[in-house]
């Protein structure tokens, strides 16, 4: 498609606390309807939207780190997410949910969705986007 | 006016949705498909069912296309197609399958 | 005479966790609620100053917020207590005044 361009959404929130969050998320299901190439960004406090475990009964809102695993079946798969962020919170890869797509021109094989990047490299990922929305 | 199950009153929006997703039932769901002129027969519970299912997995009613391609791959391409879902649900699978499914409006669907 | 500080942001965002924490006696203590409680995931960039003030000072979490976070019991800083609604009414009782650090 000659009209695609690259949409990076940007996640800097905690998912719970702000609405922020689960407002991105709306976004990117509802722009997925336009077919661009479509990147999520996780630094900051937006490392902890994708921790696994979460149960949300206590404070009477949805879980929607569920809904990130539906992404790859609206062709959203680069979830780029930022080492030193994870870090900086005491985090590890091991502590974020698996999140995977199939990839149709690789006969539907099952794909990780999440790829771990320095701050220099979030950085280059920015600096390739014809557009960018921040949340 | 709240759906009406059997006396139970069960409120839904402007739309026909219902405000509260834990009271759905199967009872509940026929009386949705008949405000909605649908004769509930095993292919309409099938697609039903699955987006419930959906739903309870990732906690959000699939966009059309994206309904129409996971069928498509669970039940098959005979099936998992524009034609044999308007078949079901003339008004948009969608719109009138997630509403019988007591979910909320799929995201992003006007 | 001791003051229970309420934090409900998360100290990665602002400054406000170290800015308590700063201000806290001995015999106080901490609640983080809402986005507070990743303050006291173990291993941060602030987990050193978090520990350095718990013993004097009580550390409690709410547990409905831990666990729509997905925050493991294990992954939390050593002495840190979980509480409940019921317990955040008990703490706000048993101290003489309360402190929220919006």
Redesign the interface.
């Known amino acids: 498609m000659a009209d695609t361009k690259k949409f990076l959404y940007v996640n800097r929130k905690a998912p719970y606390g702000t609405i922020y969050a689960l407002e991105s998320l709306e976004v990117v299901l509802i722009g997925a309807a336009f077919e661009q190439d479509v990147s999520l960004a996780f630094l900051d406090d937006g490392v902890f939207q994708l921790t696994k475990g979460q149960k949300t009964d206590g404070i009477g809102m949805k879980n929607f780190s569920a809904t990130f695993r539906a992404l790859g079946d609206y062709d959203v798969n680069k979830f780029y997410v930022e080492k030193e962020s994870l870090e900086e919170r005491g985090l590890t890869e091991a502590d974020l949910q698996e999140i995977t797509y199939e990839d149709e021109n690789d006969d539907w094989a099952e794909k990780p969705s999440i790829r771990f990047v320095t701050r220099a490299e979030m950085a280059d990922i920015m600096s390739e986007q014809d557009v960018v929305l921040s949340f | 006016m709240p759906y009406d199950v059997n006396g139970t009153a069960v409120e839904h929006d402007e739309e026909g949705y219902i405000t509260n997703l834990s009271e759905w039932t199967k009872d509940l769901a026929g009386v949705i498909a008949k405000a909605e002129n649908i004769d509930m027969n095993e292919e309409h519970w099938e697609v039903v069912n699955f987006l419930r299912d959906?739903y309870d997995?990732?906690?959000?009613a699939?966009?059309v296309?994206?309904l129409i391609?996971?069928v498509s791959k669970s039940m098959g391409p005979e099936k998992g197609n524009n034609k044999y879902m308007y078949e079901l649900f003339p008004y948009g699978p969608a719109k009138q399958a997630c509403k019988i499914a007591g979910l909320p409006k799929p995201?992003?669907c006007v | 005479m001791s003051t229970l500080h309420m934090v409900n942001k998360s100290p990665f965002e602002t400054g406000t966790l170290s800015s308590c924490l700063k201000h806290c006696k001995a015999g106080d203590a901490v609640l983080l609620i809402e986005d507070g409680v990743y303050g006291a995931i173990d291993g941060s960039s602030i987990s050193d100053q978090v520990k350095a003030t718990v013993g004097d000072v009580a550390l409690y979490v709410l547990d409905g917020d831990v666990s729509a976070r997905g925050i493991d019991a294990g992954k939390m800083v050593s002495g840190t207590k979980s509480v409940g609604y019921d317990g955040f009414v008990d703490l706000v009782a048993e101290h003489d005044r309360t402190m929220s650090w919006l």
């Open positions: 959906y997995e990732y906690q959000i699939p966009a296309r994206v391609k996971a995201t992003g």
